[in-house]
């Protein structure tokens, strides 16, 4: 059974730095991976999705990145604000109707 | 821009008692999804839609639950019975195509008590 992994937990820095959030997944077997965002009690944005054929995908300051033969994605976040605090998922499809999701990482950016 | 609709966006519900969680996927998407979050849990796969059939379930989907698309905008997720261990944020979610980027509502808290 798929298992994905998000590394750390949590992460607060200050405003502006650039942070790296880590996704991994036991099955290469993927079509594709989406990155959501969550903030508290809300619903999940889609930020990005990227193919299993694609090794980046950008979107402003977003940056992601797959390599599937490894099972390792992530994201890459630039000259981050504190508006961009929120949890961060990542979910893999492996079926044709299922994504399987990770526990997330928690991002804090302090003003 | 087109967003994935929910309602209600909390609803508290006795113990045994039936709930229908209603969805209003984005208007040219074929796929229709469930999924659920237990608190402090991932969000897990719950049923497929497509075609007016459901295409995939897991084994959490048990006979308890139902999904109907009764007309052209809405789905509907139905819990018979609920138990205390049902409380969770339910999602739905739609995409245009099969492998598609999943668009997520902003969920309903079921709260059994």
């Known amino acids: 059974k798929q298992e994905v992994t998000q590394i750390p937990a949590a992460l607060s820095v200050p405003e502006g730095e650039n942070l790296v959030l880590n996704c991994s997944f036991t099955?290469?077997?993927?079509?594709?991976l989406q990155w959501f965002r969550q903030d508290p009690g809300k619903g999940l944005t889609s930020l990005l999705l990227?193919?299993?054929?694609?090794r980046e995908q950008t979107s402003g300051r977003l940056n992601a990145s797959l390599d599937k033969s490894s099972g390792r994605s992530t994201l890459y976040i630039a000259a981050s604000q504190p508006g961009d605090s929120a949890t961060y998922l990542c979910?893999?499809?492996?079926?044709?109707?299922?994504?399987?999701f990770g526990t997330g990482t928690r991002l804090t950016v302090i003003p | 821009e087109p967003e994935v609709t929910q309602t209600p966006s909390h609803q508290v519900t006795q113990m045994g008692q039936e709930v229908i969680l209603r969805c209003v996927p984005i208007s040219n998407h074929l796929y229709f999804y469930w999924y659920r979050q237990i608190l402090g849990q991932k969000v897990e796969f719950l049923v497929s839609?497509?075609?007016?059939?459901?295409?995939?379930k897991s084994e959490i989907f048990d006979d308890q639950f139902s999904v109907e698309r009764p007309d052209g905008s809405n789905f509907t997720l139905k819990i018979r019975s609920t138990k205390l261990e049902d409380s969770a944020m339910y999602f739905c979610?739609?995409?245009?195509?099969?492998?598609?980027?999943?668009?997520f509502g902003q969920g309903t808290r079921l709260t059994v008590v």
């Open positions: 099955d290469s077997a993927i079509y594709n």
């Open positions: 979610a739609s995409s245009q195509a099969a492998l598609g980027e999943a668009f």
């Open positions: 839609f497509y075609n007016n059939e459901i295409s995939e």
């Open positions: 990227i193919q299993s054929s694609q």
């Open positions: 979910a893999v499809r492996t079926g044709a109707n299922n994504l399987f």
